[in-house]
């Protein structure tokens, strides 16, 4: 075939080829916080509800309920302000253990049906079902289905359920309607959705990003799918367009990418090393630190670990690991691959590593672009718990004097910052920047 005639390329519509052959799934559960006071006190079921995490009248309510957000409360609102909206609403304080409780319940449900679930936070998920296109045939009747499962487990609590081609879109089908909602966005319907909102409807669009796609002349999101890559890229200062051209015209930025397919990291065993439990554990630290500063230089996260070890005997030992989070650093990835290789020695009383292991070798796979969890578009707060958990860990044990106190708090603020924008870890964090609740903090290993 002759080669096409490259300066004609079209500028609008799509001369990138769609990859309509993913399914995503994304849950976005209905004002949570008070679905779940109200589904433990059913006197609340039904009427306007503030969730506080304290209870004065300066407090902001964290949580509305359906019931208060139709009389135009909002989340982030002052107890005054709502009550002026909304005299008859009544408030209660947060019970985080119990929505945690949920959440894992909620999750145990989404991974009946798919492998592939990540928490984006305490109350949204996304399912990737790309590999379950032969498995099932209606996705729809699936999420159905996942509804009817969270009602019978749970009655009083609703949830939206999006599907599309590529997580993005699937999140923003689950703004669409709410509470109760089950959109699936389409090649087809893509546009017509897209007519009907601003561009701040779109999620990691605040006033910033409005401002810069405003001044080259994109109005609305409609506007924005159909411009070209060169202008959204002059728009954003760079790739970060591209994502954007390539997520509104259904190709997958930000799960999992190329270029890679996965990483390695691996070191053929001297004597010196395999005689010495201690250099074989530094070893593997030292192959995990590898892998994260090329994860670091190729702003990238990982999803999935895998540990391989040959034996000089010609045997082998490997196992995969799931992470259920991003993850970049270094020491956490070993600490996975340490707990794995636990569970696998304790029963059979054996040590894996030993003087027979002839190589080690850790490889990650599964990427995610380091900007997507930055930007906070797959914002990941449990990642943010478990820093923060840390940190306040250390507080806890050395800084009775406070001495922490500067940098703790500057990482709060941050946390803070983020958890507006997305609404699900506001309860951890007071007005001052101190951790009201404290258990809240302290669960974190029975969570996945
Ligand atoms: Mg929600």
């Known amino acids: 075939m002759k080669a096409a005639e490259p300066k004609k390329k079209p500028v609008r519509g799509n001369f990138i080829s769609a990859k309509t052959n993913s399914i995503v799934m994304y849950i976005d559960m209905n004002s949570y916080f008070a679905s779940c006071e109200q589904q433990r006190h059913p006197h609340l079921r039904g009427k306007p509800l503030g969730v506080?995490?304290?209870?004065?009248?300066?407090?902001?309510?964290?949580?509305?309920?359906?019931?208060?957000?139709?009389?135009g409360v909002k989340t982030g609102m002052r107890l005054q302000e709502c009550l002026a909206l909304?005299?008859?609403?009544?408030?209660?304080?947060?019970?985080?253990?119990?929505?945690?409780?949920?959440?894992?319940?909620?999750?145990?449900?989404?991974?009946?049906?798919?492998d592939d679930v990540i928490a984006k936070s305490i109350d949204e998920a996304s399912m990737n079902f790309t590999?379950?296109?032969?498995?099932?045939?209606?996705?729809?009747?699936?999420?159905?289905?996942?509804?009817?499962?969270?009602?019978?487990?749970?009655?009083?609590?609703?949830?939206?359920?999006?599907?599309?081609?590529?997580?993005?879109?699937?999140?923003?089908?689950?703004?669409?309607?709410?509470?109760?909602?089950?959109?699936?966005i389409t090649p087809e319907n893509i546009d017509g959705h897209l007519a009907k909102m601003q561009l701040t409807d779109l999620p990691g669009i605040a006033k910033n990003n409005e401002r810069r796609l405003q001044m080259i002349g994109i109005r609305n999101p409609l506007e924005m799918r159909?411009?070209?890559?060169?202008?959204?890229?002059?728009a954003f200062g760079g790739i970060v367009g591209n994502y954007w051209h390539k997520r509104l015209n259904f190709m997958?930025?930000?799960?999992?990418?190329?270029?890679?397919?996965?990483?390695?990291?691996?070191?053929?065993?001297?004597?010196?090393?395999?005689e010495d439990k201690q250099a074989m554990d530094s070893m593997l630290i030292a192959l995990c630190m590898r892998l994260e500063q090329r994860m670091v230089k190729n702003q990238v996260f990982c999803k999935e670990v895998c540990l391989h070890l040959r034996y000089f005997n010609g045997g082998e030992w490997d196992t995969k690991i799931k992470l259920s989070d991003p993850e970049q650093d270094g020491m956490r990835i070993r600490r996975y691959i340490m707990d794995k290789m636990q569970e696998y020695e304790e029963p059979r009383n054996i040590s894996l590593l030993n003087?027979?292991?002839?190589?080690?070798?850790?490889?990650?796979?599964?990427?995610?672009?380091q900007e997507l969890?930055?930007?906070?578009?797959?914002?990941?707060?449990?990642?943010?718990?478990?820093?923060?958990?840390?940190i306040y860990e250390m507080k806890d044990k050395y800084d009775k004097k406070n001495i922490i106190r500067k940098g703790s708090e500057l990482l709060v603020r941050n946390v803070l910052k983020d958890a507006i924008g997305f609404g699900s870890v506001k309860d951890l964090v007071g007005n001052d920047g101190e951790v009201v609740n404290k258990h809240m903090l302290e669960e974190d290993e029975d969570f996945y």
Not at 91 to 109: E, F, N
Not at 226 to 234: F, G, N, P, V, W
């Open 226 to 234: 159909h411009a070209s890559e060169a202008l959204l890229r002059k």
């Open 252 to 274: 997958e930025v930000d799960v999992y990418t190329n270029p890679f397919k996965t990483m390695s990291a691996g070191r053929s065993l001297g004597r010196q090393i395999r």
């Open 52 to 71: 506080l995490t304290y209870d004065s009248p300066n407090a902001a309510v964290i949580a509305a309920s359906i019931e208060a957000k139709r009389k």
């Open 373 to 390: 969890i930055q930007y906070g578009l797959f914002d990941n707060q449990m990642r943010q718990d478990k820093i923060r958990k840390v």
């Open 86 to 114: 909304c005299p008859e609403m009544l408030t209660i304080t947060t019970h985080p253990a119990w929505y945690r409780q949920i959440h894992v319940d909620i999750m145990l449900i989404l991974r009946k049906y798919c």
């Open 355 to 369: 003087d027979k292991v002839q190589k080690m070798t850790v490889t990650i796979m599964s990427f995610v672009k």
């Open 131 to 184: 590999s379950y296109r032969l498995v099932y045939n209606d996705f729809t009747a699936i999420a159905r289905q996942i509804k009817q499962d969270i009602k019978d487990k749970y009655d009083y609590l609703t949830c939206s359920i999006g599907i599309a081609p590529n997580s993005f879109l699937a999140k923003l089908a689950t703004e669409i309607q709410k509470p109760d909602g089950l959109i699936e």
